[in-house]
């Protein structure tokens, strides 16, 4: 926010005040930015544990408080993102061979963040309803 304020031309006595007055109102918090930062990336963005840690990092957010944070995201939470996202996929991949869809779920899910036992779970699910 600083560096922000600074781009727009304010001086450094301004900021400060305008930081502290936020700060004080209870208007900017980190750990409720992060929590929000979260939901988002894992109920709209649907990103397994290593992709949610990425998207933090890029929006600045400190290491220490990443870690916090993912230490109650647990693996049945990313199990059902994975499911969920190969739910959506498959009705676009029907009509590809089974070998076809499997590699491109194994890389989209890849691409999201998710550990590899998550998505071998996730793509051998996809073998249990073709069968």
């Known amino acids: 926010?600083?560096?922000?304020l600074?781009?727009?031309?304010?001086?450094?006595?301004?900021?400060?005040?305008a930081v502290e007055s936020l700060e004080n109102a209870g208007l900017i918090k980190d750990e409720?930015?992060?929590?929000?930062?979260?939901?988002?990336?894992?109920e709209r963005k649907y990103l397994g544990r290593q992709g949610i840690e990425m998207f933090l990092s890029r929006r600045?957010?400190?290491?220490?408080l990443i870690?916090?944070?993912?230490?109650?995201?647990?693996?049945?939470?990313?199990?059902?993102?994975?499911?969920k996202i190969v739910e959506k996929k498959l009705k676009a991949l029907k009509k590809y061979p089974e070998n076809i869809i499997r590699r491109r779920l194994w890389g989209m899910?890849?691409?999201r963040g998710?550990?590899?036992?998550?998505?071998?779970?996730?793509v051998r699910s996809v073998s249990n309803k073709k069968s």
Do not use: P
């Not at 926010?1 to 922000?4: L, N």
């Not at 600045?60 to 220490?64: D, N, R, T, V, Y």
């Not at 870690?67 to 499911?83: P, Q």
């Open 1 to 4: 926010m600083y560096e922000r």
């Open 6 to 17: 600074r781009r727009k031309g304010f001086d450094s006595e301004q900021i400060k005040g």
């Open 32 to 42: 409720v930015l992060v929590r929000e930062l979260v939901r988002h990336a894992t």
């Open 60 to 64: 600045g957010i400190q290491k220490e």
């Open 67 to 83: 870690n916090e944070t993912m230490s109650t995201h647990t693996g049945e939470m990313e199990k059902d993102a994975a499911l």
């Open 109 to 111: 899910l890849k691409r």
């Open 114 to 122: 998710f550990s590899s036992d998550t998505i071998n779970m996730a």
